[in-house]
């Protein structure tokens, strides 16, 4: 469980085992764990997953990095500190969503190897955690700027930015890479969708394929 500083407290567990909701959910709960550069298309990619996953009747979630910190992480600033304490959090979060046999998707830049491998630690069984590297040279990254972050960044009005003034580290064993400068959206969701099919998480009916029903979701 790892230390806590309050010591008089009891872990208290649930008359409804993990296997039972995943019974009534029809198919297993999992981390996909998006990482890369502010740009690559996590968010992009973290919905566009979501939407199919629901649209075929999955219970499914997807916690983004912005929306934790207006929230939940809303005491955390950019420092290497700060950034391990922030993906802790959402990593206990996560885990709790695949325990209740959601298929979480969280969209999250963690650039440091070892936050992530921390958060693949910390959940309760070997295949909860699916690191998916959301792969995207920093020039085009930079190109995209969606937010006019990196623009900020070369300005100096954003110290510490992944990339720029901070490191990011590539996963080095990624269960999934998804190459967003050489794919589409609907591409690389198909690359998702077939990971979670082929590792058991998730089933297709026998009458149709990934591919006919990726499409029309995306």
């Given at each position: 469980m790892g230390d806590t500083k309050s010591k008089n407290i009891t872990w208290v567990h649930s008359h409804i085992g993990r296997e039972d909701r995943e019974d009534r959910r029809g198919h297993r709960g999992v981390v996909l764990w998006f990482t890369g550069l502010s740009g690559s298309g996590k968010s992009t990619l973290a919905l566009a997953v979501e939407r199919y996953l629901f649209e075929h009747g999955h219970f499914t979630y997807v916690l983004d990095g912005d929306n934790v910190r207006h929230g939940l992480n809303r005491d955390l600033g950019f420092s290497h500190e700060d950034r391990t304490e922030n993906i802790r959090r959402i990593g206990e979060v996560a885990k709790l969503f695949a325990e209740a046999g959601a298929i979480v998707a969280t969209a999250f830049i963690s650039p440091y190897r070892e936050d992530r491998d921390s958060v693949r630690r910390v959940m309760s069984r070997d295949g909860d955690f699916r690191e998916v590297f959301v792969s995207c040279p920093?020039?085009?990254c930079e190109e995209?700027?969606?937010k006019g972050l990196y623009k900020k960044a070369r300005a100096g009005e954003i110290p510490n930015f992944t990339g720029i003034g901070a490191p990011y580290e590539e996963p080095e064993v990624p269960e999934l890479v998804l190459e967003t400068h050489q794919h589409d959206v609907e591409a690389c969701v198909l690359q998702v969708v077939r990971h979670l099919e082929e590792n058991g998480y998730i089933t297709?009916?026998?009458?149709?394929?990934?591919e006919e029903t990726t499409g029309a979701a995306v």
């Open positions: 920093l020039e085009v995209r700027d969606p297709v009916p026998e009458n149709e394929s990934a």
